[in-house]
């Protein structure tokens, strides 16, 4: 727990309980970063070529927004979105979004 751990997660697992401590987890991350000046101690490769729109996007879909939702809170097109989104994959190298999660989750 010293080392930074943010909660436990018992057996057996309640998938939306673990996808919740998760997701609180992330913003804690995303927070705390940003009030550290933006530097985080870990960076996920390829995370310095995202532009600032692609770290929305990317904040958004890791926090489990769809295409849709994103797109209504940044004010455009779930098109654009998948956009932005196949580009962070790209740059980050994933496959699919879970891949995704488990890069950002393991930097």
Known sequence: MKLGA????????????FL??????LRRD???GAMQGGRRPVEV???????PREREVLQLITNGQSNKEAGRE???SP??????RARVMEKLGARN???????????
Request: hydrophobic share 40%; net charge negative.
């Open 79 to 84: 098109r654009t979105i998948e956009v932005h």
């Open 30 to 32: 995303v927070h705390l």
């Open 74 to 76: 940044l004010g455009i």
């Open 97 to 107: 979004t879970a891949d995704l999660m488990r890069i950002v989750l393991t930097s």
């Open 6 to 17: 943010s909660d436990v997660i018992g057996k057996p697992i309640d998938t939306e309980h």
């Open 45 to 51: 490769r390829g995370f310095s070529q995202l532009t």
């Open 20 to 25: 919740g401590v998760v997701r609180d987890a």
